[in-house]
């Protein structure tokens, strides 16, 4: 009988599911290194499944918009291979502001709703566009994009990057929500003390 | 005035929109090398903006079911940056056969209808589950998966890769629907030749 | 006397053998990433030397063929270093089955006899040819590919991977050496339900 | 005579002196593909030497700074081989404002004078020091980063990069010296509009 | 019937065989980038086929040894695909001079004979062993090594490699094979002028 | 208030600083793994500025130079960044010797004197040059070269890798200040026997 293969291949697989070369799903609580955090040992197909993104982002906020991540950190499955996703929830009126992904290019989908999305680039040309449904728009690596709401209903995307972890740095957060010292600010982006200082009173910043 | 900064960084962006290391949309009638296609030089921003999987694909066939790639050849924006996407509909009783990408991984995301969704792991171990609205699901790269309408009412998901060209590879067309003798399908997979012969003639294979 | 360059150099190799860049030999015991095992600190010529392909593979089994592999889990000093090997004995009428290697490319190199071999491009067109000895033939990542006996004397084969841990799936098990429901199976290949029983019974698949 | 070992070697060497794996110097007039230019095929060691950082750039201007880069559109020797460079000259009080590196990471390196230096992490963490002659500071690829005098007398640093063509997005020409609306940019910026049209006046921005 | 499939699927076959993806034969007269050749549109199995490798090299030289590479540049098919291969004969007495890989790991197989094989780490280590036929032996990347036949019969090795371009500097020819003025090659290496004099003589170098 | 925002997207924040795609400063005392060492979990603006580069190296030995490194061993904050700079002083006739660094390409700055550098090609081909103040210079990986005081006057420099440990493999060193066995040695160099015993003898080897 061909059972007899078994035995002349099984040796290959007598190493833990999370071989090297298949997948490797994070432990969480394990090392991180810069190829992404260790491996688990045991794994179940639930590991590959997330449902975190089914629902949508609480928009009662002033941006009127939630950002839901399944990055490696919230979707332990995806490290070490290449991608993650992300949910974009807009009110009427909501906006992602500007910001980057330091680690990854970025797809978004339109699922529901008009979305206007734009990058800039390092030549400073501005790339922009309303997206209807089922419209896809490709954000490349590293540069300013934004995205807001350009209809008169919510409007709901899903967004792919290139990475486990892209990353992201929402410009304003960057800026006005810690102690960067107002005028350092000032010196580095030339906009007012005035302006520094309403984004900061408003966003938590300090300094 | 700061106008004089302009003079200052502006020989940065003397080059081409088509600047290495920011994009390079694809000339798809250029030269391809291992690394994707050549650049085009003119740049706008619908080559970054794709609509082709705003429409359901045709499920009027056997499968009941259709697969439409957003992949580099169809979506120029995405050379070089690392990710693509498609869109999946399955009919009632719809099934994407068991395929492979050979050059990335995906996540697979349901946005209408149950998808039941697998895949087989080189330790010959599966993982399938029935996934449901706004679910996820990630797939590793070369791995065998498939999937097929687990509900009683049309499913659509969008898959993204971590790949601009992941492939294709569909088993049941890399077997049966080419020249390769049907000898050789038998003496490497076991099939029985009279499965193999039938297979071949509904999928156009031939030898 | 130049001696004294030693000093001057010295605290350059302070660091422990398994230098990050140079080499990182697995500690298969170690925690795996990625990228691979965790290195060894202690490390001797023998970590570099593998002899575990030097006899033959048994082949006294129904496909008469044996594959042995110095992938990294036999073979740790390969870790990190992008390439591994195995070796291929093909009794007369021995078959490596239809198989794919999700995370690397190939190249087989006939040392002994003569064999068949060809793989199945995305495209569905195939690409097969006999093969003596002498000659290699590069299998692009993540293809179906096959080779078997095509003399009439044992064959015998070297492969080499450009991954340390290429990966081995094998499509008869991975279709029916598991628990995959035949179902599913049926569904998803198109194969009929009783060649799906008969191969389940024979490679020890359930459901 | 050992010359003999040279007809058996030789034929290795029969190719350019662009061998694919030893150097690939750009071809500025080439093609581009997303691994960067086409390589030149006549070579000489002039590619691999650049003297445009020799000299001071001009400060004369309202940021009372310079920055001279010796990317792969300057430096062609670079293409391919994962690094560039630049040269920052910053008079009393000059300032290299907010900017990011899409593509690459950065490491600093000041020759004289004293510079204060910063980056903000996606977990918006201010990282920032005064640097004296023979510092050097890594700013991790993507993140936002400025730098400026920080002493009485000019300053001068060369900063490295871990790509060919890092690209350079400097916060206020992305946002202030095209043609994005004035609109948009309140919008996903909640700067006032006062501000980002008084910035747009001295910046040459429209819209 | 399932002919219908075709239907779907066949748009995403209608690009070139030479997907980028699945495979990029080179064009060896077409451009070269940092990624390899540009690819070959008509592609068939000789592509993947390479039979170079079967015959001894010409050993009747004063080293005693031939090395016969099938790199990308013997070999297109290897293009992109991170391998290649290369055949080693060493007469009784052979030897594969001190040489560096710049760009790849390498394993060497010896197939015929014994063969003492070594290299020396950046900590100047030294690693070497005598191998006997099947054995392996893996060299990391960059680093100076060595073989020479350890017995007293002809012996032949198969060397693979992680990269399609791995080159080869050979350190004699590198030192003396050229216009290298001996006065730096003395200044830089501490070996005598007469013995640089010696060895420029036999390898045709000059200066 | 905008403040509301903090709670939309501060879940995003809530791991460790050492996220994975931002930074990964090395723990030194942790694991290495072929991508670096595991990264350190509380960071400060520290570990990203180094200041052991400042101070010239001792050349009061024969080289009559010193070689600083900064790479990951002494400077953890690049860790996985992909680059890293070391510090070259040359006295008046100051020489280091000819070398190669197996995992990453350079570039050389020159800050003070004049320097001539050099590197040969696997092709063999030698290119060399005086450089002054100011100018830089590439050196592809993995290829041998060499760097000497080529004024009247002590020299800087500052050198620049494309990984965080390039490694660095000093001819002299290689062959001569090990156990490497002479006889070995003057088989695979073709140096004569007494110039290995003499090198050996100032440079430490022994066998």
Redesign the interface.
């Known amino acids: 009988?061909?059972?007899?293969?078994?035995?002349?291949?099984s040796f290959?697989?007598s190493?833990s599911?999370?071989?090297?070369?298949?997948?490797?799903v994070a432990d969480l609580k394990?090392?991180?290194?810069?190829?992404?955090?260790?491996?688990k040992t045991a794994v179940?197909?639930?590991d590959?499944?997330?449902?975190g993104?089914?629902?949508a982002?609480?928009t009662?906020?002033?941006?009127k918009?939630?950002?839901t991540?399944?990055f490696?950190?919230q979707?332990p499955?995806?490290?070490?291979?290449?991608?993650?996703?992300a949910r974009l929830d807009l009110a009427v009126d909501g906006?992602?502001?500007?910001h980057?992904?330091?680690?990854?290019?970025?797809?978004l989908?339109v699922?529901q709703g008009s979305i206007?999305a734009?990058?800039?680039?390092?030549?400073?040309?501005?790339?922009?566009?309303s997206?209807?449904?089922?419209?896809?728009?490709?954000?490349?690596?590293?540069?300013?994009h934004?995205q807001?709401n350009a209809g008169k209903s919510p409007a709901v995307a899903?967004v792919?990057?290139?990475?486990?972890?892209?990353?992201?740095?929402?410009?304003?957060?960057?800026?006005f929500?810690?102690?960067?010292p107002s005028d350092?600010i000032v010196?580095?982006?030339?906009?007012?003390k005035a302006?520094v200082k309403?984004?900061k009173a408003?966003?938590?910043g300090t300094a």
């Open positions: 009988m061909l059972l007899a293969i078994l035995f002349i291949f290959l697989f190493s599911n999370a071989l090297v070369g298949d997948f490797c394990g090392l991180q290194s810069p190829a992404g955090y260790s491996c179940t197909v639930d590959f499944v997330f449902s993104l089914a629902a982002g609480n009662s906020n002033l941006i918009a939630a950002v991540p399944a490696v950190a979707f499955g995806v490290n070490g291979l290449g991608l993650s996703m906006v992602v502001p500007m980057t992904h330091p680690a990854g290019s970025e797809i989908l699922v206007c734009g990058f800039i680039s390092s030549a400073n040309v501005v790339y922009f566009k997206l209807k449904r089922g419209d896809i728009m490709v954000f490349p690596q590293g540069l300013l934004f807001f899903f792919s990057f290139s990475s486990p972890s892209p990353g992201l740095q929402i410009l304003d957060f960057a800026l929500a810690n102690d960067l350092i010196k580095t982006t030339f906009l007012d302006q309403k984004l408003v966003l938590g």
